[in-house]
């Protein structure tokens, strides 16, 4: 499960080294799927509703698949256009309603709670063969593939 699980642990903690201080505070959240995220929404949900201004699900970062936004529950938050405008400068991306979504951002975005939450993925979870095989290994990612990330 290295592009399924390891990849985006990978590139959150990439950013743990270069995000600069702000005016707004960052958390980068390492939970387990779906048990994770419903446990800190359970347990931070008041402060997510008031205070969450955009949050980015990491998964699957590491293959050869074009760049891919799962949109948020809204499909036109503050964060649904940053990385819209950002994906412009790729010419191999794809853009996904929340219908086909999969990750945490179900947890984050559902009805009942309606967070500005999307997930940035390359080939998206279920879409490429080796998903939840055991061909989903090393092989299939690279540090070449993750620079191309930043």
Do not use: W
């Amino acid at each position: 499960m290295a592009n399924n699980e390891l990849s985006g642990i990978l590139i959150v903690g990439a950013l743990s080294k270069i995000l600069k201080a702000s005016k707004y505070s960052i958390r980068l959240l390492l939970i387990p799927e779906t048990i994770g995220a419903i446990a800190y929404i359970k347990e931070n949900y008041l402060n997510l509703k008031s205070n969450l201004i955009a949050g980015i699900n990491l998964s699957c970062m590491g293959d050869d698949g074009p760049f891919t936004l799962i949109k948020s529950l809204n499909e036109n938050t503050y964060i649904d256009n940053i990385i819209i405008r950002k994906l412009e400068k790729e010419k191999n991306k794809k853009v996904l309603s929340f219908l086909y979504r999969g990750s945490n951002e179900r947890q984050f975005g559902c009805q009942n709670l309606n967070l500005p939450f999307v997930t940035v993925c390359r080939t998206r979870f279920g879409d490429y063969p080796e998903y939840h095989t055991s061909d989903d290994n090393l092989k299939l990612i690279n540090e070449k593939k993750f620079k191309k990330v930043s």
